[in-house]
């Protein structure tokens, strides 16, 4: 059994996305809609957090997850929202395809309750992952083009 | 027949005409003329300065106008005018009107011809589509223009100069109605009608102070309340309006909590078993979905998150989920307020789960605040594509492109348009350095106003500003155009029951002042737009050529025109697009091919695609979306212990730019008001008349205290009023205190959540304060004069 490492990744890449939230969110205040969503999302990801607790202790994967680096920091104005938005979104991809995984070992390993935590969970990562495609589509035009 | 003159500022409402389930309701005309007036004619109008489209005649003589006159024919109102209609018109005429073009010359606005203003303009349209491209070009526009303005701004914008920044002040107060109607219909336009309040046995009002923002339709429901078999009535709002007063339940939440009492009573109307399964199962797809989402929702827990009895909620449950014929009305209270989108959809929700649509009495009325804010919807002016067209449909854009003949890569969809705010974001990043606005008053209007002007003001921005008078958003710009209003101009519009009037041109404008659709005209021939094949792009050239060409754009859409014309206007009075009903059928304009929007995340407004949306298998059906309730971005604390609410007052229209000139509406409600329960009065050291200082963490102002019907923990401000009148005091506008945020759907801001301090600045000198005692700013000392209006204020009634 591996699901114990693979429990590990999806709270590690739950816990990146928290952390680029934050940073996302502090460096965009000025970017309302960013900053007041960050922190929406931010409960959504730690309430990830907690649903995982229980079947994290039963594998055994309790230690801390890795704190998230920072995402990268560009240019000023509409690019540098660009770029922080395009690293959450990937830190979002990497959380997502991490519930995919941890969802197939889950089905395979016949744990009814691991599977309901990941397909609620998941749910609420898509959820985000949508959210940073759609405000990227929003801010790219003017940026690219200004 | 009866004759009677009835004080309209005093009895706003005018005589009752009660009648029972079902009866059609009575005439009742309402006149007024200026002493000793004898008119020449009378010219058809309807209302410009609230949504209820109610239908009047002006009296015109000598070139001015002398008096209103209900139209007794007409559906919408049956010869009744609310206060506004009949005393509203005389801003028209006021001696400060602008009557010719300003432009900024050494740091000042100076007199200008038109040629010169519009040669401004072309030029700097045309630098900077050479120098940037379309991107740099942003149009702000109303919901007070007519159709013919919204549809050949919509087209110059979108075709002609190709950018995707624009958008209506309707943003701020009707962006929620058209998207709840999009993520439940899957396509926007109103399902009821106002007849439903003559048949309903239920009717529930959800942040929706009829009373003040539509008081005619509030003289119907009244006219139900006090006839035989009157409806049972659920208001939610935070403040004791006049229908809460009158409510059999009145659930007076938190602001910024409606989502959480609406997945409460959705909660109920499941658990109790209330749902139409039948028409759930034929006409809908979702329920499980709103089911899981509802199920944790009890009505102990919206109990606390609200602070109202969870025993009000399982009677407001009660109350819609055993109605047999339920009308569900909402406005801005959910529109303003946190997770509007998601809160409004609910309403849709309960119809849908109740089978309460396209039946006499069973509708949905996602109000619109605006007069004609209905046509910025329709016409693509609020930034949708024309015709109720989805930007995301390849078919529908290439339609598009058909019918304007232009490439279709030049008409911008690469996502939603930008929205007010996010052109503000521009605005304030120098990315969008032109910026037109037509007929609104962002500067006053705007959240955190601070903000706004100094974005605005910024030498950064070329402002062009056209408009009736020099509003404070005027004063800032670059250039000013002199615009005609109302009866100096053709023109059509709808009303929020999707009823079409015509509005003739009764008088000249004044000075050299021209009517909107003319200086788009006149702009699109100097920016020489042309189609693809090399004529002119904008091919109308007056009003009814401009209706009939936004009738060919929409005449395969759901709001088609077929049938409407200005003779047929003329003739009667208004007319419905689309029937009296949508949705008898149980059909929705919800099929992938035909929907305007694929949908979004109600949480967060992450757009759905088209898979997504044709795996729900929405075909005709409704879709069943909600979203779980999250805390609003700004909570009371230590330091700002109240929750600010602001909103309007019956007899003023958003920043009182009309009615602030009507002498009797600007005596009803003279200056602003901070308006406070009892016991918060009482702690803070506060009695009736007061000066205290409302402070956010974004700025001040100053304002008289009215003890009265609010929630206690609220502080509630009217935002009419900035400093075009009050030049030397600091501002007094409520936006000083706002919050930047908005819903992420519907992208509407949040006027009705934020936290304040309240302080004593000073004792009252005996004067209450300026805040009217008839309507929901009502003092709770019964003992202070009552708000009149005097013999000026006397209308005459005729009654059946």
């Known amino acids: ?146 | 027949m009866s004759v009677q003159r009835v004080d309209r500022i005093a009895n706003p409402w005018g005589t009752r005409t009660p009648v029972g389930p079902g009866e059609p309701w009575p005439e009742r005309v309402d006149e007024l003329l200026v002493e000793g007036a004898d008119p020449e004619r009378w010219v058809q109008t309807a209302s410009i300065l609230h949504s209820d489209g109610d239908a009047y005649d002006v009296a015109v003589q000598d070139g001015r106008i002398v008096g209103v006159r209900g139209r007794g024919v007409d559906r919408v109102n049956r010869g009744r005018l609310g206060p506004k209609d009949v005393f509203g018109w005389q801003a028209n005429a006021s001696p400060d009107r602008l009557t010719e073009p300003l432009l900024r010359r050494d740091g000042e606005l100076r007199p200008a011809s038109w040629d010169e203003a519009m040669d401004a303009i072309v030029a700097r349209s045309r630098a900077l589509l050479e120098e940037r491209g379309p991107g740099a070009i942003g149009f702000y526009t109303s919901g007070q223009l007519f159709l013919e303005d919204y549809y050949t701004l919509a087209i110059i914008a979108r075709a002609g100069i190709g950018t995707n920044h624009i958008d209506g002040n309707t943003r701020l107060c009707t962006a929620t109605a058209g998207e709840a109607l999009k993520e439940s219909f899957g396509c926007d336009g109103q399902p009821g009608t106002y007849e439903d309040v003559n048949h309903a046995d239920a009717i529930a009002l959800f942040g929706h102070n009829v009373a003040e923002t539509q008081p005619v339709l509030w003289a119907r429901m009244l006219d139900r309340l006090e006839g035989p078999g009157p409806p049972r009535l659920l208001v939610v709002d935070p403040r004791r309006t006049l229908p809460a007063r009158r409510a059999d339940v009145h659930l007076a939440v938190r602001p910024g909590t409606n989502l959480a009492a609406m997945d409460a009573l959705l909660h109920e109307v499941v658990a109790n078993g209330w749902v139409d399964e039948e028409y759930v199962a034929a006409h809908a797809v979702g329920f499980e979905e709103l089911r899981e989402t509802v199920a944790p929702c009890t009505p102990e827990w919206a109990a606390e998150v609200c602070g109202v009895d969870a025993h009000a909620i399982r009677a407001a449950a009660r109350l819609v989920g055993t109605a047999e014929r339920l009308l569900c009305t909402v406005l801005q209270g959910f529109y303003q307020s946190h997770q509007a989108t998601a809160a409004a959809c609910q309403v849709n929700n309960l119809a849908i789960l109740r089978g309460m649509l396209g039946r006499p009495g069973c509708g949905v009325l996602q109000m619109n605040g605006q007069p004609t804010a209905q046509n910025t919807r329709e016409t693509g002016a609020n930034g949708d594509l024309p015709g109720f067209r989805n930007f995301a449909n390849d078919e529908h854009v290439a339609d598009l492109a058909r019918v304007w003949n232009v490439d279709p890569l030049q008409i911008p969809r690469y996502g939603a348009s930008t929205h007010v705010m996010h052109m503000v974001r521009h605005l304030e990043q120098g990315t969008l350095p032109f910026f037109w606005v037509s007929a609104t008053n962002p500067l006053v209007s705007l959240p955190e106003a601070q903000r706004i002007r100094s974005v605005l003001a910024s030498d950064r921005v070329f402002l062009v500003v056209q408009d009736l008078y020099l509003t404070e958003t005027a004063a800032v710009a670059d250039v000013v155009l002199p615009a005609a209003t109302w009866m100096e101009k053709t023109g059509t519009f709808t009303n929020a029951d999707r009823t079409v009037h015509l509005s003739e041109r009764a008088i000249d404008p004044p000075g050299q002042a021209r009517a909107d659709l003319d200086i788009w005209l006149d702009y699109a021939r100097r920016m020489d737009f042309r189609d693809r094949d090399g004529g002119p792009l904008v091919h109308w050239h007056d009003p009814e050529s401009a209706f009939e060409a936004f009738k060919a754009c929409v005449a395969d859409r759901p709001c088609s025109y077929e049938g409407i014309t200005y003779a047929r206007l003329r003739e009667g009075s208004g007319l419905q697009w689309g029937g009296e009903r949508l949705y008898a059928d149980g059909r929705f304009f919800a099929a992938p091919g035909e929907c305007e929007t694929y949908g979004r995340d109600l949480l967060t407004g992450g757009l759905l695609d088209e898979t997504e949306y044709r795996a729900l298998n929405p075909e005709g059906r409704a879709i069943l979306k909600a979203a779980g309730f999250v805390p609003p971005p700004e909570e009371p604390g230590d330091e700002h212990p109240l929750r600010l609410n602001t909103g309007r007052t019956l007899f003023h229209f958003h920043t009182r730019t009309k009615t602030g000139r009507a002498p009797q509406l600007q005596a009803a409600a003279p200056d602003v008001w901070v308006e406070l329960a009892p016991a918060d009065a009482q702690r803070l050291g506060l009695a009736e008349g007061d000066v205290a200082e409302i402070a956010s963490a974004r700025g001040r102002i100053e304002a008289r205290v009215r003890v009265g019907g609010v929630r206690e923990g609220v502080a509630f401000v009217p935002f009419h009023y900035g400093w075009w009148d009050a030049p030397d005091r600091p501002s007094r506008a409520a936006n000083e205190l706002t919050i930047t945020a908005w819903d992420p759907v519907s992208k509407q801001p949040l006027f009705k959540t934020g936290a304040v301090r309240v302080t004593k600045l000073a004792d009252g000198d005996g004067r209450p304060a300026p805040a009217p005692t008839n309507t929901a700013s009502a003092p709770v000392d019964g003992d202070l004069p009552a708000t009149r209006g005097g013999p000026q204020a006397e209308v005459v009634e005729r009654l059946p």
């Open chain 1, 1 to 146: 059994m591996k699901l114990d490492a693979a429990i590990a990744e999806v709270r590690a890449a739950e816990a990146a996305v928290a952390g680029a939230l934050d940073a996302v969110g502090a460096r965009h205040e000025g970017d309302h809609d960013v900053f007041h969503m960050t922190r929406t999302l931010r409960r959504l990801a730690d309430a990830n957090l907690e649903a995982l607790a229980p079947v994290a202790e039963r594998y055994g994967a309790t230690g801390a997850p890795d704190p998230a680096p920072e995402p990268h920091r560009a240019a000023d104005g509409g690019l540098a929202l660009l770029d922080d938005l395009r690293a959450l979104h990937l830190r979002y991809a990497e959380a997502s395809i991490d519930w995919v995984l941890l969802g197939q070992g889950a089905q395979a390993a016949r744990d009814a309750e691991l599977l309901d935590v990941v397909s609620r969970c998941h749910a609420q990562t898509l959820r985000g992952l949508k959210w940073t495609v759609t405000r990227l589509k929003e801010t790219a035009p003017q940026a690219l083009t200004s």
